[in-house]
């Protein structure tokens, strides 16, 4: 047993914490998707969108955006704990990227035609290109695999009828999930595809039609993706025709240990003792002193810590070759739930101060990180999006205590 | 990172498994609950014999020299069997004399503990049940070469069948940091003066009051150093914590595994009722609570047996633990109806030794204030 990371895994901590100390400084937008939506409004968002990139551009300059990938593919190769190091560290600072390629690159490299692999992996490795990804439905969320748009083969292209929610549909290309066989069992139905949304010019494809949502707060964060008679190239298939639920799950080796989560909560807490410590020396109460707030802190300090050994249990399975399962499942409905209650608890002993957004003024500065109650409403949707809770538990229970379904 | 077992470690693992049930089985467990010692002096000659007692023993002083983590394996599968008797406060002194004993102290008493000869305990709680150092107040004056012991130690584990005592006791005032004056004494059980009463526990697990009137023990006896045995105890608290944490997670393995298995089996409405989403979600509720435990146990007994800081991650242990050992057997209760609740069935065994083992070297609350000390705050 050694709970300590390799010499290799710790040096890539030590260096990539203190290149972050010196090339990042966060100007106040939500790079994690939440935030930015606070600060105004869609160009807002689209400014957060380009610091987090100029950021990346200086990961891959350094050769870290794509350590993880194979060799073959330009990448480092770099073992499960050198990853899981750099991740944790990341996300301790903060910084807007880490590592790069999202879930479209490994399923490239599997599953990709050469022409997707030479057009797509070296864009993916620069950070200059993005997807939009068309999975959920209005009635094929859990549920994915009984999704219903629907793909017909017309000579060289499918005829695509359908729509998708869920997803932003502002990039260039999606790669999406369609029916094709709508006879055999749902899951071997499913065709995989990358395609087009828009054309050189950044105008949609014929068809295509998308219509933003808001979220509780009034801020746009999704969009609809409508799809009416839009062609798409038979050669844009990823893998083959109707075994795309298959291609869709291939993860890689790659680290996935979620590590960020318990990484970014500790920061948070971290953040708000010394705010609390700068701040009760101006009250007459010293709030720290407070029995139960330190017990409510040290609770969640604990919790933290048991996430992440959960979350180091499932990258050293995959350092040893074995496939986490329920190990990951946990990780995810535990840290959910977590991230939901450190925000909502820190807003509640921060009174008042933890409602108030970040554009009131200098005078009203938020506290923390500038971004408590965005990042407390955006952890409401962390236990329902990329699988929910309940999920979750279910894939705990029946794959992995056995229970009957 | 390495968070496997060894060969090793696997086979003392399996080995330990198979040998409490041959020789401890729950027929076993239950007659020592109506069993004034507890333990039969048969099976304390078998456990010394397959090698636990001298586990961590150094090979000079007839042992084997394993690591604390070794002894923690062990421990939980004492845990997963609810194994009877003395096992875990021999284990704990032992620590204890080979982190702070003297060669003499080490050549007198390893041999016989590993042999199975002595059986010992720590007495550190009073009558105020505390754990920090102000919680030491038991009077010993130095009398020429001698501590003359004034007072009374409370839950003692075992102590009615020990045969030496690890006792912290205050040779000088508390003043301002009661840290100052605190010495570690290891008592020769039977010594004139001491008094041990057991005391009836929902867990059956022995706990003593032991008065000490006039108690005479040699300064040579003295565990580290005198007056500046805080330290000393500290380190001890830490590890039982730790250890203790380790037999826990034995037990939670045990229910999460006795709770899967009922509910596939048991069937109302024309199913097994595993097959229902809210059980199914209880239980991954429970799988998550052992699994956590688990890791969150091993990581502050890995840095314990490292040497390495570990004061923030023992006292997370502990305090998660804790909490979530009652979250667990609460759940298996729910999962297994009525029949659950009776004597009959054993998971009464595990649920009542949880809840002794909450407290013990500490719950929730007392370690999140630590985690809270320790984070500065």
């Not at chain 2, 983590?69 to 009877?84: K, R, S, T, Y």
């Not at chain 2, 305990?121 to 004034?150: F, T």
């Not at chain 2, 239980?283 to 688990?294: E, I, K, L, P």
Request: glycine share 10%.
């Amino acid at each position: 047993m050694d709970f300590q990371l390799t010499a290799e895994a710790q040096s890539i901590r030590d260096e990539a914490r203190d290149f972050v100390r010196k090339e990042w400084k966060n100007p106040g937008h939500d790079l994690t998707g939440g935030l930015a939506a606070w600060h105004g409004d869609e160009d807002n968002r689209h400014a957060g969108g380009e610091i987090a990139k100029e950021f990346a551009k200086k990961l891959v300059d350094k050769g870290w955006y794509t350590m993880h990938w194979p060799k073959e593919f330009g990448g480092g190769d770099a073992s499960i704990e050198k990853q899981l190091a750099y991740r944790e560290v990341m996300s301790y600072e903060d910084a807007p990227a880490s590592l790069g390629g999202g879930l479209v690159a490994p399923v490239l490299m599997v599953h990709g035609a050469d022409w997707m692999k030479k057009e797509f992996l070296p864009k993916l490795a620069t950070a200059d290109i993005e997807f939009s990804q068309g999975f959920s439905e209005p009635d094929a969320g859990s549920d994915l695999a009984g999704l219903k748009t629907r793909a017909v083969r017309d000579g060289d292209d499918y005829i695509i009828n359908g729509q998708k929610i869920w997803g932003t549909y502002r990039n260039d290309w999606i790669h999406i999930l369609v029916r094709t066989d709508t006879d055999a069992p749902k899951h071997r139905g499913i065709t995989y595809l990358i395609a087009r949304l828009k054309d050189e010019n950044g105008d949609y494809m014929p068809g295509i039609t998308v219509r933003g949502i808001n979220d509780g707060t009034g801020n746009h964060r999704w969009d609809e993706l409508f799809m009416e008679n839009w062609r798409v190239p038979a050669q844009s298939i990823i893998g083959e025709e109707n075994r795309g639920w298959y291609a869709a799950m291939t993860t890689l080796s790659f680290e996935r240990s979620n590590i960020g989560r318990p990484a970014q909560l500790l920061r948070t807490l971290e953040d708000t003792i010394d705010w609390f410590e700068a701040n009760s020396k101006k009250g007459t109460e010293d709030t720290l002193a407070r029995a139960e707030i330190r017990n409510r802190l040290a609770s969640w300090r604990v919790e933290v810590e048991m996430l992440r050994m959960l979350c180091y249990r499932v990258g050293w399975m995959q350092s040893q070759g074995l496939v986490p399962q329920r190990e990951s499942s946990m990780v995810k409905a535990t840290g959910d739930e977590l991230f939901q209650r450190i925000y909502r608890g820190i807003s509640q002993i921060m009174g008042g101060y933890g409602n108030l957004l970040p554009t009131n003024g200098p005078k009203y500065k938020l506290p923390v990180n500038d971004f408590l109650p965005a990042r407390g409403w955006q952890s409401i949707g962390t236990s329902i999006g990329g699988g929910t809770r309940e999920i979750q538990k279910n894939i705990i229970a029946q794959r992995g205590l056995g229970l009957p379904r | 990172m390495d968070l496997g077992l060894t060969e090793d470690q696997e086979m003392l693992r399996s080995m330990a498994r198979e040998f409490i049930e041959q020789e401890a089985p729950r027929t076993y467990v239950r007659d020592m609950e109506e069993d004034d010692r507890g333990i039969t002096t048969d099976l304390w000659q078998k456990i010394a014999q397959v090698g636990w007692l001298g586990l961590i023993v150094p090979e000079e002083h007839g042992g084997t020299g394993q690591s604390l983590v070794d002894l923690g394996i062990l421990m939980e599968e004492v845990g997963h069997g609810v194994l009877p008797g003395p096992f875990f406060n021999t284990a704990l002194v032992t620590v204890g004399i080979l982190d702070s004993g003297t060669d003499a102290q080490k050549a007198e008493y390893l041999p016989k503990i590993a042999n199975g000869d002595i059986i010992a305990s720590q007495a550190i709680m009073e009558p105020y049940s505390r754990l920090d150092a102000g919680g030491i107040n038991l009077d010993a004056k130095k009398q020429g070469e001698n501590y003359v012991l004034n007072g009374s130690k409370l839950f003692v584990e075992n102590a009615h069948v020990s045969d030496l005592l690890l006792v912290p006791v205050r040779t000088r005032k508390a003043g301002k940091n009661a840290e100052n004056g605190i010495t570690l004494l290891l008592v020769d059980a039977n010594s004139d003066g001491i008094k041990v009463d057991k005391l009836k526990t929902i867990a059956t697990d022995n706990q003593c009051e032991v008065t000490f009137k006039n108690v005479k023990v040699s300064a040579a006896n003295v565990l580290g150093e005198a007056n500046n045995g805080w330290d000393t105890l500290k380190l001890l608290l830490q590890k039982g914590a730790s250890l203790r944490c380790c037999q826990m997670v034995g037990a939670l393995q045990e229910v999460l595994d006795m709770t899967v298995e009922y509910v596939k089996n048991r069937v109302q409405f024309g199913r097994p009722i595993g097959s229902f989403q809210a059980i199914q979600h209880y239980c991954a509720n429970m799988a998550t609570d052992v699994d956590g435990s688990r890791f969150i146990t091993y990581q502050g007994l890995w840095r314990l047996g490292e040497e390495l800081p570990s004061d923030l991650e023992v006292s997370a242990a502990k305090a998660w633990v804790s909490d979530s050992a009652q979250r667990v057997a609460a759940t298996a209760h729910q999962c297994h109806g009525a029949i659950g609740f009776t004597q009959e069935h054993d998971l009464q065994l595990f649920t009542r030794r949880l809840k002794a083992w909450e407290v013990s070297f500490g719950d929730g609350d007392y370690h999140r204030e630590r985690v809270a000390q320790a984070m500065d705050i």
